[in-house]
């Protein structure tokens, strides 16, 4: 009697001759690689396109704070993003 744990079949009671078993048992092999193959290349899929689109985001957001940025007489540079001006005490 010879049984795949976790795939809800029943034993069967036969005596299975061994070549027949190897076969079978090569067969489940490559079917359950053959989808655990195409379920990692839908989830490589995926996320290359959550990069492209965090990529694409980025590059949007950089865009856009380039061009609404207007230059003040009274700063010499533009401050890194994330920092403030201190205020000077009078």
Partial sequence: MH???GNGI??????????RLNQY???YKHNIGRILSR???IVATIDRIMERQTDAVTALAAKKVRRNFCPSPHLPTPLPLGT?????RV
């Fill in 3 to 5: 049984k795949i744990a």
């Fill in 39 to 41: 379920k990692r290349a």
């Fill in 25 to 27: 048992l090569r067969l």
């Fill in 10 to 19: 029943v034993t069967c009671k036969s005596l299975i001759p061994t070549e």
């Fill in 84 to 88: 403030y001006l201190k205020k000077r």
